[in-house]
């Protein structure tokens, strides 16, 4: 017998249930393609029931050696792909190759010249050199549009947070709601989980009521580093035969 939540789609039963970047979940299929740099040509494509993009890189660069008979010189590709088994293909195969993945924006080294890669529509993207690790030379660009949606998500994220603790705290003074000082604990650690992104920007404190078992106030301080903070995120690029300057990347 199938689970009372079990869902089968009669229409298309194929496609799987995926998370979108912006209308949550919904009844899918993965969509890829292969863009050629320059003229910005789409020359392949492939349509997957697999959420997870890592395994498409392989098949995806093997059919565009297959029906071009040749092999790019180099491959770009974001975060989503990246994977130690679809790196050792690329290096096998004698690709160049530039991982993208989201990161903090890393400490700017007092010596290092100002650098710009340059996208193949000619855009400038700021960005340094960071410190060699193992061997692998890393870069990091600055994305201002990715930090204009971070800070979006993070300020939005910061007010529920405060919301909820404030509402927290006004139901202490209520009849009928929490007030138990080891509840009101349990329930602001719960808050502080829930929110982890931004409540580690924050002092909490619960108080105790003298000589009683409730809660007196909840009080939620910004710590004053984070008074001003914006979560800075950027792509930390790891090129494999390619150097610093002025770069073109077939974005």
């Known amino acids: 017998m199938p689970k009372d939540q079990a869902q089968c789609n009669f229409t298309d039963p194929e496609s799987r249930i995926m998370k979108t970047s912006q209308h949550g979940f919904q009844q899918a299929y993965n969509a890829l393609t292969v863009v050629e740099s320059e003229l910005q040509l789409i020359v392949e494509t492939c349509v997957t029931n697999e959420a997870v993009d890592q395994k498409q890189l392989l098949p995806m660069a093997s059919a565009v ?31 160049d190759w530039i991982c993208v993945q989201r990161t903090k924006t ?31 030379r890393r870069v990091y660009l600055h994305s201002e549009a990715r930090q204009a949606v971070s800070d979006q998500i993070v300020g939005a994220k910061r007010a529920k947070f405060e919301e909820a603790i404030a509402h927290l705290n006004a139901g202490l003074a209520l009849p009928r709601r929490l007030k138990n000082f080891d509840k009101v604990q349990i329930r602001v650690g719960r808050l502080i989980e829930k929110y ?7 002092d909490v404190k ?6 009683s078992t409730h809660a007196e106030e909840i009080r939620l301080k910004q710590r004053p580093a984070y008074e ?5 995120l950027g792509g930390c690029a790891r090129p494999t035969g ?3 300057g002025s770069e073109s990347l077939p974005m």
């Open 228 to 232: 001003a903070c914006t979560e800075a």
């Open 196 to 202: 982890k992104q931004v409540a580690y920007q924050y």
């Open 65 to 95: 050696k297959e029906t071009y008979s040749q092999q790019p010189d180099k491959v770009l590709a974001d975060a989503g792909y990246c994977s130690e088994a679809n790196l050792a293909y690329l290096n096998e195969q004698d690709l």
């Open 106 to 136: 890393p400490p700017v080294p007092k010596d290092a010249l100002d650098q710009v890669f340059k996208t193949a529509s000619d855009f400038g993207v700021p960005a340094w050199e960071l410190p060699d690790e193992g061997g692998e």
């Open 242 to 244: 390619a150097s610093t």
């Open 206 to 211: 619960v108080t105790r009521k003298a000589s």
